[in-house]
């Protein structure tokens, strides 16, 4: 698989300066084709590498025995969409049985064994139905990647709601961008664990939301931003805030499925009982970086964006934000009502 490489771009509301920190333009200005047009301005930028784990060794061993010098053929790997339903999970041997259905010019409807990644086994749960990328590879290995949800009900919930957006920014034109004082958009996406959740959920509780993906790299972006929103959650606790809500959107829902994401809050010790993780149809996270005032795009192998980060009230009304990594946890606790 190809190396994505990642370039970040660091902003802040407010005039230019001199600073390492990039400040190169006011992301409060409710034109998105002024932000897109933004991004010219950073091809200078100095690119790094994701170390991602797209590459995987031969399972069969083949390589182990091969003569010295000599390069062995890389496995044939096919890849289909495969659905069906999960009939139990060994997590220990990271294999999941699936009841699956037929795959057209492939395979008939059967039950299954499949090697799986530690995050996706954790949305692949005894008796849901499950849509994934089966990679089949020479010597009768199965592999399934990127598996989400295919209850029938949580899809079409998720589908009404990207309409809805889609909808909803089109309709708003150059003023999609929304201000603080204004509504958040309704949406709908997958949390971590594969549940649908509804912005309407959220209503009468304080939101703190930003945007991460889970590869970035560059330790002053998305790693530093997941930072603070941890720190964030472990003060309000401390200063008894009542009814917040964390949530946390990714840039690249297209690799970031429930189950990475799912990971990423795991190995960092993230208490999920009060911040989710989302991800879901591509339409549906553009339409809500635009809405949101948040650049992210792949240029080619380069996934270029912009951090934000917004307090919501309980009414569902943005009360305030921050743009770029330099905001401090205990400026948006002590926005928060007590």
């Known amino acids: 698989m190809r190396r994505r490489t990642h370039r970040g771009l660091s902003a802040s509301g407010g005039s230019r300066s001199t600073s390492s920190q990039l400040n190169c333009y006011d992301l409060r200005i409710p034109d998105w084709t002024r932000l897109r047009g933004a991004f010219r301005l950073f091809t200078g930028l100095a690119v790094l590498a994701i170390a991602t784990a797209c590459s995987r060794s031969d399972p069969t061993g083949a390589t182990a025995n091969a003569t010295p010098g000599a390069t062995a053929p890389a496995p044939k790997r096919e890849r289909y969409v495969l659905t069906g339903e999960v009939i139990s999970v060994d997590a220990a041997a990271k294999t999941v049985r699936v009841r699956h259905d037929e795959i057209k010019g492939y395979m008939p409807a059967m039950t299954m064994d499949?090697?799986?990644?530690?995050?996706?086994?954790?949305?692949?749960?005894?008796?849901?139905?499950?849509?994934?990328?089966?990679?089949?590879?020479?010597?009768?290995?199965?592999?399934?990647?990127?598996?989400?949800?295919?209850?029938k009900a949580a899809a079409d919930a998720v589908a009404a709601g990207a309409l809805q957006l889609r909808q909803d920014t089109h309709n708003r034109g150059k003023s999609a961008y929304r201000e603080i004082g204004e509504t958040v958009p309704d949406f709908a996406l997958y949390d971590q664990s594969g549940r649908v959740v509804q912005s309407a959920r959220f209503r009468g509780r304080q939101i703190m939301i930003n945007f991460?993906?889970?590869?970035?790299?560059?330790?002053?972006?998305?790693?530093?931003a997941t930072a603070k929103m941890i720190a964030v959650q472990k003060r309000a606790r401390a200063a008894a805030v009542p009814?917040?809500?964390?949530v946390s959107i990714t840039l690249d829902p297209a690799y970031d499925t429930p189950g990475v994401l799912k990971e990423y809050a795991d190995v960092r010790g993230i208490d999920t009982a009060n911040f989710s993780f989302?991800?879901?149809?591509?339409?549906?996270?553009?339409?809500?970086?635009?809405?949101?005032?948040?650049?992210?795009?792949?240029?080619?192998?380069?996934?270029?964006?912009?951090?934000?980060?917004?307090?919501?009230?309980?009414?569902?009304?943005?009360?305030?934000?921050?743009?770029?990594?330099?905001?401090?946890?205990?400026?948006f606790v002590v926005r928060m009502r007590r």
Not at 212 to 224: G, H, K, N, Q, S
Request: hydrophobic share 40%.
């Open 114 to 151: 499949f090697s799986v990644s530690d995050a996706d086994a954790a949305v692949a749960r005894a008796g849901r139905r499950i849509r994934a990328e089966m990679v089949a590879t020479t010597g009768d290995y199965y592999r399934l990647e990127k598996i989400w949800p295919d209850d």
């Open 212 to 224: 991460i993906f889970t590869r970035c790299p560059v330790v002053t972006m998305c790693p530093a």
């Open 243 to 246: 009814n917040l809500e964390l």
């Open 278 to 331: 989302l991800t879901g149809p591509e339409s549906a996270i553009k339409d809500l970086l635009t809405q949101f005032g948040v650049i992210a795009e792949f240029e080619g192998e380069l996934l270029k964006h912009t951090l934000t980060t917004l307090l919501v009230d309980e009414n569902g009304k943005i009360s305030h934000r921050a743009d770029g990594s330099a905001w401090e946890p205990k400026d």
